[in-house]
């Protein structure tokens, strides 16, 4: 292969196997530290880059790192993720419909309704004095925001959290996991196939209900296939689902176990935006790969054609050589260009929500349990690839 043709440095690294917290972004920093560039002999093989710099400037070549595949052990996928799958100058033609909907303007127009929904979550656990944050706020906050974003009822809920449960186990988890996946990939497919039939029949107000807007989308100036709106309605529930719990889930484990943040957060809530901020660069959940379109050679790394790339955001946004104390979280860090999102026009669509509502979930448990810690005698386990705590039991004084 063409690691080993170019005496290229090589490393097997999995990055999907559960392991004690903080193993995975530990991990991946020695290896930044001691690579730029390697390849990872894991699966067929693919390419591994570690620096903010070089991971930015990939992002930003789409004619070189194309955007066929996100998978690094998957270069052929049997499945799409649009407009993820796509790149310029079509990719911005299936973004252009939904850009309006996901915008600054829109989100903040729903701030009192997510709110509403954050505080019934945390009524829900608050005389207990403890839970799993993961099953009892984690999973159930991300779906009733998301089925609000998108105009549905809240009695569509369950449905989601049970796709969220089947759909989430499947890093490390073998060919069960794999299978239960697929079944929750096509049930999910099903039934916004289904929504979108009645929708053309039955429409609703499109500037309340998202699915009748897309079945009126045009991609360029044809009507959009019914597939590829499909497509994207399944592509953004899973990045408005399993990767909200997973982020909601570091941003708390921090505040449990750092008392001192969790402090000078309930003494001046103004710092829970910047904070946000910082958890997202410190417990980065997301990498994204690209496909190689022709050889080249990348500052120094021997790429050949249809070779798989994986661009570490997991890496970049630790990277001291662009974050002072990159390892330590500061809660009020200024300048903060972490690209958890991404770092070019496939920036993440519902970036603008997902900001809302990790700051709309802090701001609403500390204003009605503003003390927590772990409560495990066990070490907390997480799970690679998409980095996501296991469990996270949480205790509280009672009032």
């Known amino acids: 292969m063409t690691a080993t043709e170019h005496h ?29 560039w390697f390849w990872n002999d894991e699966a067929q093989g693919y390419w591994v880059l570690t620096r903010y710099d070089d991971i930015r400037e990939a992002f930003q070549t789409p004619e070189v790192f194309s955007n066929h595949s996100i998978v690094p ?48 979550e945390v009524e829900s656990v608050l005389a207990d004095g403890h839970c799993d944050f993961m099953s009892a706020f984690a999973d159930r906050f991300p779906v009733a925001a998301f089925v609000t974003s998108v105009g549905l009822s809240q009695d569509q809920c369950d449905f989601f ?14 060919e069960d996991a794999v299978a239960q996946m697929t079944s929750a990939w096509a049930e999910l497919a099903s039934y916004w196939r289904d929504m979108l039939a009645d929708r053309r ?4 107000d499109p500037d309340v209900d998202f699915v009748t807007l897309m079945s009126r989308a045009k ?19 899973l990045g408005s689902l399993d990767t909200l719990r997973s982020t909601l889930g570091w941003q708390f484990w921090h505040l449990a176990t750092h ?11 103004s710092l829970v935006p910047s904070a946000v901020e910082e958890f997202l660069r410190a417990y980065p959940i997301v990498s994204m790969a690209r496909k190689v379109t022709q050889d080249t050679e990348f500052h120094g790394c021997p790429m050949k054609k249809d070779d798989m790339v994986l661009l570490t955001i997991q890496a970049a946004t630790r990277d001291p050589r662009v974050f002072p104390d990159a390892d330590q979280v500061i809660i009020d860090r200024s300048p903060n260009r972490h690209i958890a999102f991404g770092a070019s026009e496939h920036r993440c669509i519902g970036s603008h929500l997902a900001r809302a509502e990790l700051r709309i979930a802090l701001e609403e448990w500390i204003g009605l349990i503003p003390e927590f810690h772990v409560d495990s005698p066990e070490p907390l386990l997480a799970k690679g690839s998409q980095v996501a705590l296991e469990r996270l039991p949480l205790a509280w004084p009672r009032r």
């Open 73 to 120: 052990t998957n270069p052929d996928p049997e499945f799409r993720f649009l407009p993820s799958f796509t790149d310029p100058p079509i990719h911005m033609a299936y973004r252009r419909p939904m850009n309006p909907w996901f915008s600054p303007g829109r989100v903040g127009a729903m701030e009192e309704r997510l709110r509403a929904l954050a505080r019934a």
């Open 161 to 174: 959290v049970r796709l969220v449960h089947r759909m989430s186990g499947v890093a490390g988890g073998g």
């Open 201 to 204: 029949e039955n429409p609703l």
């Open 8 to 36: 290229s440095p090589h490393v097997r690294a999995s990055f999907t196997d559960p392991a004690p917290v903080m193993t995975h972004w530990n991990t991946i920093d020695e290896l930044r530290e001691q690579y730029r």
């Open 259 to 269: 008392p001192d943040d969790l402090a000078r957060i309930v003494a001046d809530p």
């Open 219 to 237: 991609l360029n100036d044809d009507p959009m296939p019914d597939e590829d709106i499909v497509d994207i309605m399944v592509t953004l529930t």
